[in-house]
């Protein structure tokens, strides 16, 4: 189910000014007079788990700012076999400018909050805005940095330090409240134990056994089998081998 919220009004939009994607994602880099030439022709949706929000070859027509939840990027192989490549968060920018067809499947992991513009118009703000350009520009290396550690992690890393490798990537990404200094954090799981084990190549009996020791050796608490609680997460980090 979608809901549509109305997002416009004189000046800077009223939901821009606390926006997250506003002051840390892409749109930082707009001036007022664009903020409000971008909401006019924007639309802000609530969009529940499993959705598919870009489908792979599928033509773009539009892009979006992630504004809550967690999204999925998949790539499908011509048998029809699936593997996740990638996570993205609050408040990255979903798709890819100046290409026709998407490379992937975007799937909602969780209910996702989005707000999204038309190609046309983002794309005409790239070539007038050196600083979106720029911002987009900042977030795209920062995502092949993080591909690139992840290729390490798949590729070298033990099933145990593997689990706690993902476990600090939700830490660090989807707790409102992570603070790296504080030593703790609390989160729900976005993926499931299968769609785990599809991340990062194991089996779901692999993932689980590893939950179980990171629990039984008290890294981790686990509540509802999605909740985690991380009391030291210096704990974590040596698990994980960073």
Same mark, same amino acid.
């Given at each position: 189910?979608?809901?549509?919220? #109305?997002?416009?009004?004189?000046?800077? $939009? !009223?939901?821009?000014?606390?926006?997250?994607?506003?002051?840390?994602?892409?749109?930082? /880099?707009?001036?007022?007079?664009?903020?409000?030439?971008? /909401?006019?022709?924007?639309?802000?949706?609530? !969009?529940?788990?499993?959705? *598919?929000?870009? +489908?792979?070859?599928?033509?773009?027509?539009?892009?979006?700012?992630?504004?809550?939840?967690?999204?999925?990027?998949?790539?499908?192989?011509?048998?029809?076999? *699936?593997?996740?490549? +990638?996570?993205?968060? &609050?408040?990255?920018?979903?798709?890819?400018?100046?290409?026709?067809?998407?490379?992937?499947? &975007?799937?909602?992991?969780? #209910?996702?909050?989005?707000?999204?513009?038309?190609?046309?118009?983002?794309?005409?703000?790239?070539?007038?805005? @050196?600083?979106?350009?720029?911002?987009?520009?900042?977030?795209?290396?920062?995502?092949? #940095? *993080?591909?690139?550690?992840?290729?390490?992690?798949?590729?070298?890393?033990? /099933?145990?330090?593997?689990?706690?490798?993902?476990?600090?990537?939700?830490?660090?990404?989807?707790?409102?409240?992570?603070? @790296?200094?504080?030593?703790?954090?609390?989160?729900?799981? $976005?993926?499931?134990?299968?769609?785990?084990?599809?991340?990062?190549?194991?089996?779901?009996?692999?993932?689980?056994?590893?939950?179980?020791?990171?629990?039984?050796?008290?890294?981790?608490?686990?509540?509802?089998?999605?909740?985690?609680?991380? *009391?030291?997460?210096?704990?974590?980090?040596?698990? /994980?081998?960073?």
């Amino acid at each position: 189910m979608i809901e549509r919220l #109305d997002i416009h009004s004189a000046g800077i $939009p !009223v939901l821009c000014r606390a926006c997250e994607a506003r002051h840390r994602g892409v749109c930082g /880099a707009l001036d007022p007079d664009q903020l409000v030439a971008l /909401a006019k022709t924007s639309s802000k949706h609530r !969009v529940t788990s499993g959705a *598919e929000l870009i +489908g792979d070859m599928e033509a773009v027509d539009g892009f979006s700012n992630i504004l809550s939840g967690v999204v999925k990027l998949t790539k499908t192989l011509s048998d029809g076999r *699936e593997q996740i490549v +990638g996570l993205q968060f &609050a408040p990255d920018f979903l798709g890819r400018p100046f290409r026709e067809e998407s490379a992937l499947t &975007a799937q909602a992991a969780t #209910d996702v909050s989005l707000c999204s513009f038309p190609r046309a118009t983002i794309e005409g703000m790239l070539k007038r805005s @050196p600083g979106l350009e720029h911002r987009l520009l900042e977030q795209t290396l920062r995502e092949l #940095d *993080e591909a690139r550690d992840w290729m390490v992690t798949l590729g070298r890393k033990t /099933a145990g330090e593997k689990v706690a490798s993902f476990l600090m990537l939700i830490a660090t990404y989807i707790d409102p409240e992570f603070d @790296p200094r504080s030593g703790s954090a609390v989160f729900d799981l $976005p993926l499931t134990r299968a769609e785990i084990a599809d991340f990062l190549g194991l089996t779901i009996e692999t993932v689980s056994r590893q939950l179980t020791k990171l629990k039984a050796d008290k890294v981790i608490e686990i509540e509802n089998n999605r909740r985690i609680t991380v *009391e030291n997460i210096e704990r974590l980090r040596f698990r /994980a081998g960073l």
